[in-house]
């Protein structure tokens, strides 16, 4: 009976009385030598000539798609831009180190079978795939390295290698800065210490408020602000007040002065007065606050900054 071979990585299966006086090479070169290929053997792969590159199987002998690690090298974008790797159409695992030279960020390189769906290797990956039983190709996803649902996501230098990160996720912010860095959302630092060394500041920015018939502020954009004020007016409460805020809010009157300004009854005042502005032209006043509750500030009026 004739010699045949498995399914899967083509290993010599002896016929019954085959090969009687070599049988011992036939099992050494066609089973032995071939599983060690199968289990660690790692395999360069040249690309760059050719759109499609056929790793062609052979029953029985040494053969490059049976290795267990295969390394892609070259340069892709020359001649094709875009390059496939076709491997056997036989379940299997590869690891794929893909080392080859891009030309433009445009080109690419793809593992399949003749038929099946194939797998885009990323430029510099070292990526694990498997080989369903219908021919198609399958990488390693997020879930399988422990990610949860989480969608992969490259890293780098560039724009679009940046993952996707909300404006209020503090993971992300650095331990160490020698420029500007802006945090949004709230910073919360428990059973520890916020320190400012004595080389730096802390201060919160000052945001200038809108004039209008009724001026509003939102306290989630910063503690201190600053209004202009070009006719009789009436300060608002505020929006996104939290309890023990505090900072101050400037208002000037504009080149004309005598400008008027009424309070929303969530402002507070001592001894119940409510205070007048400085009326004299671009006089400037500060109201200091401290928000008991979302819906009560308490507030002094400071007159006239000026010497």
């Not at 802006?182 to 520890?192: F, M, N, P, W, Y």
């Not at 201060?203 to 306290?219: E, M, V």
Request: aromatic residues 6%; charged residues 10%; proline residues 3%.
């Amino acid at each position: 009976m004739a010699s045949t071979y498995t399914s899967r990585i083509r290993l010599t299966k002896q016929g019954d009385g085959d090969n009687p006086n070599s049988w011992g090479t036939v099992l050494n070169n066609g089973v032995t030598g071939l599983v060690d290929d199968a289990i660690a053997a790692y395999t360069t792969v040249t690309l760059g000539a050719n759109a499609t590159v056929t790793l062609s199987a052979v029953d029985g002998g040494a053969d490059v798609p049976r290795s267990a690690f295969l390394e892609a090298n070259g340069t892709v974008g020359g001649a094709h831009a875009a390059i496939t790797m076709i491997v056997p159409n036989n379940t299997k695992g590869y690891v794929i180190n893909n080392q080859t030279t891009y030309t433009t960020t445009t080109n690419s390189i793809k593992i399949k079978t003749a038929a099946g769906t194939g797998y885009t290797i990323p430029q510099g990956a070292i990526t694990q795939v498997v080989i369903d039983t219908d021919g198609s190709v399958w990488s390693i996803n997020a879930a399988g390295m422990g990610f949860g649902t989480a969608a992969s996501a490259d890293t780098g230098v560039c724009a679009t290698n940046v993952p996707t990160v909300a404006e209020a996720d503090l993971r992300y912010v650095r331990t160490s800065v020698t420029a500007n860095t802006t945090v949004r959302g709230d910073l919360k630092i428990e059973a520890g210490s916020l320190i400012i060394g004595t080389s730096a500041r802390a201060y919160n920015p000052i945001t200038t408020l809108t004039d209008a018939a009724s001026i509003t502020s939102n306290f989630a954009l910063g503690n201190n602000f600053l209004v202009t004020i070009g006719g009789n007016r009436t300060l608002a409460a505020p929006t996104n007040a939290v309890a023990g805020q505090s900072g101050s809010i400037y208002i000037i009157q504009d080149g004309t002065g005598s400008r008027t300004l009424a309070y929303n009854t969530v402002w507070q005042f001592v001894s119940a007065a409510v205070p007048t502005l400085s009326t004299g032209v671009n006089d400037v006043d500060m109201l200091l606050y401290t928000a008991r509750s979302a819906t009560t500030i308490d507030a002094v009026l400071l007159k006239n900054f000026d010497r």
